[in-house]
């Protein structure tokens, strides 16, 4: 049964949104690894770079180069929280009935007790069957016994299906968790990665002051002013390549679990679906087999009288 779930499930449009999310927040991360080492790798250039009058121009854009990566690593490293925190809203959402659907542990109790109901109606039907004696006319007994038999094999489904739905609600609970501990430390990761950015963006100007003074006097003063300040622009640059690479590992988790959570959720919204045509029928059948039973009955009855 799961097996054919999941084939419908992989066939439908639901899906669509599954490859969506993992190609956009793909794109982001290798747009989001190339930027945070471009910045990092123009940063250590910049600090090996001479000192010296005639390389002024070259220091002064590998400290426009660092800038502008962190610049790109920083809008790539908001565009994943964002897609991510938005992914989160939907899980949660989810989980607590507002996404046009009951809260899973509602399905599951409504389920239960439908299936409970119509167990206890049906053992009723069946016994009440049974102590009828097996004589004269028996097409009234006959139908009964299919009605019965059909509502039967339909509960059996049906508790078949809640029983893998109480299985997904485990993993759905589970990915839930998961899923609100990376969301926190994504963002976390995002805000860091995105202060070291806005650090070296501040750092740019005064560092381009200073590397605009080298040579002249004092130069040795001069000189070592714009090592001094090189070094402090470079500095946000390792706290931004720590941030990228958290970012980077924990929304690929993410992604993992987000899609595992969608792909379980649409698994059992289509086994609850699944239950309430077995509902309809098996209480329809035991509601036909009722005045059948009472005819059978009636027919053993006068039978009974006139043997």
């Given at each position: 049964?799961?097996?054919?779930?999941?084939?419908?499930?992989?066939?439908?449009?639901?899906?669509?949104?599954?490859?969506?999310?993992?190609?956009?927040?793909?794109?982001?991360?290798?747009?989001?690894?190339?930027?945070?080492?471009?910045?990092?790798?123009?940063?250590?250039?910049?600090?090996?770079?001479?000192?010296?009058?005639?390389?002024?121009?070259?220091?002064?854009?590998?400290?426009?180069?660092?800038?502008?990566?962190?610049?790109?690593?920083?809008?790539?490293?908001?565009?994943?929280?964002?897609?991510?925190?938005?992914?989160?809203?939907?899980?949660?959402?989810a989980m607590?009935?507002?996404?046009?659907?009951?809260?899973?542990?509602?399905?599951?109790?409504?389920?239960?007790?439908?299936?409970?109901?119509?167990?206890?109606?049906?053992?009723?039907?069946?016994?009440?069957?049974?102590?009828?004696?097996?004589?004269?006319?028996?097409?009234?007994?006959?139908?009964?016994?299919?009605?019965?038999?059909?509502?039967?094999?339909?509960?059996?489904?049906?508790?078949?299906?809640t029983k893998?739905?109480?299985?997904?609600?485990?993993?759905?609970?589970?990915?839930?968790?998961?899923?609100?501990?990376?969301?926190?430390?994504?963002?976390?990761?995002?805000?860091?990665?995105?202060?070291?950015?806005?650090?070296?963006?501040?750092?740019?100007?005064?560092?381009?002051?200073?590397?605009?003074?080298?040579?002249?006097?004092?130069?040795?003063?001069?000189?070592?002013?714009?090592?001094?300040?090189?070094?402090?622009?470079?500095?946000?640059?390792?706290?931004?390549?720590?941030?990228?690479?958290?970012?980077?590992?924990?929304?690929?988790?993410?992604?993992?679990h987000w899609?595992?959570?969608?792909?379980?959720?649409?698994?059992?919204?289509?086994?609850?679906?699944?239950?309430?045509?077995?509902?309809?029928?098996?209480?329809?059948?035991?509601?036909?087999?009722?005045?059948?039973?009472?005819?059978?009955?009636?027919?053993?009855?006068?039978?009974?009288?006139?043997?």
């Open positions: 049964m799961r097996l054919a779930l999941l084939g419908l499930l992989l066939s439908g449009p639901a899906v669509a949104s599954y490859w969506e999310f993992e190609s956009a927040v793909s794109k982001d991360r290798q747009a989001l690894r190339a930027a945070s080492e471009a910045a990092g790798s123009e940063a250590r250039f910049l600090a090996q770079l001479a000192l010296e009058p005639d390389k002024i121009p070259l220091l002064r854009k590998q400290v426009d180069l660092s800038v502008s990566a962190a610049g790109d690593a920083a809008a790539r490293a908001r565009s994943l929280d964002g897609r991510c925190q938005e992914a989160w809203t939907e899980a949660d959402d607590r009935g507002q996404r046009r659907r009951p809260m899973p542990e509602r399905s599951i109790v409504a389920n239960s007790a439908s299936i409970e109901e119509l167990w206890v109606y049906w053992r009723r039907l069946n016994q009440e069957l049974a102590n009828i004696p097996p004589k004269g006319d028996l097409s009234a007994r006959k139908q009964a016994e299919e009605d019965i038999n059909a509502a039967k094999l339909g509960l059996e489904r049906a508790e078949s299906r893998t739905m109480r299985e997904d609600l485990e993993k759905l609970q589970s990915r839930h968790r998961q899923l609100r501990s990376l969301k926190d430390d994504i963002q976390t990761a995002a805000n860091q990665l995105g202060d070291a950015s806005l650090a070296m963006q501040n750092l740019a100007s005064p560092t381009k002051s200073r590397i605009e003074a080298i040579g002249t006097p004092p130069e040795n003063e001069n000189r070592t002013a714009a090592s001094q300040k090189i070094e402090e622009f470079r500095s946000p640059s390792g706290t931004l390549n720590l941030a990228a690479s958290t970012l980077l590992n924990r929304t690929d988790d993410f992604t993992r899609m595992s959570f969608e792909k379980t959720l649409q698994e059992f919204d289509a086994l609850r679906d699944a239950n309430d045509p077995d509902f309809t029928d098996a209480r329809r059948r035991l509601d036909e087999a009722k005045p059948l039973i009472d005819q059978a009955r009636s027919q053993a009855a006068q039978n009974q009288n006139n043997p």
